[in-house]
C-alpha cells in the first residue's frame, strides 16, 4: 500500500513562504490527479489547489496567484509552494492522489500544520 507522507509545514510570519512536500512511498504513476487540501479548526476539508498528469492546474480563489502545485518529473512528489501568506491560510494542510478527478477516494496523506502568524 502506498503512502503519502508531507512534510514542509510550521510557523511564518505573514507574507512569508513556505513549500509543502507530499512524498509517496511508491509509484503513484496511475494516480492521473494530485491535490492539496486544507482544514482549518472547526471547518470543513476544502480543495486548495489541484494538477493533473497532463500539467492542467485548479486553484481555490482565494490562493490564486500566491500559490502554486507541482508535481516532479517522476512524478511521485507533488509540492505546494505558497508565498504571501496570510493568516487566515492557517491550517492543516492534506495532499491527495486519485485516479480521476471527484473520485471520493485516493490516497491521503496525514497532514502538516502550516501557521500564519506575526
Known amino acids: 500500500q502506498v503512502q503519502l507522507v508531507e512534510s514542509g509545514g510550521g510557523l511564518v510570519q505573514p507574507g512569508g513562504s513556505l513549500r509543502l512536500s507530499c512524498a509517496a512511498s511508491?509509484?503513484?504513476?496511475?494516480?492521473?490527479?494530485s491535490e492539496w487540501y486544507r482544514q482549518a479548526p472547526g471547518k470543513q476539508r476544502d480543495l486548495v489547489a489541484r494538477?493533473?498528469?497532463?500539467?492542467?492546474?485548479n486553484y481555490a480563489d482565494s490562493v490564486k496567484g500566491r500559490f502554486t502545485i507541482s508535481r516532479d518529473h517522476a512524478g511521485n512528489t507533488v509540492y505546494l509552494q505558497m508565498n504571501s501568506l496570510k493568516p487566515e491560510d492557517t491550517a492543516v494542510y492534506y495532499c491527495?492522489?486519485?485516479?480521476?478527478?471527484?473520485?471520493?477516494?485516493?490516497?491521503w496523506g496525514q497532514g502538516t500544520q502550516v501557521t500564519v502568524s506575526s
Open positions: 491527495n492522489v486519485k485516479r480521476v478527478i471527484g473520485d471520493p477516494g485516493g490516497i
Open positions: 494538477i493533473t498528469s497532463g500539467g492542467t492546474t
Open positions: 511508491g509509484s503513484i504513476s496511475s494516480m492521473h490527479v
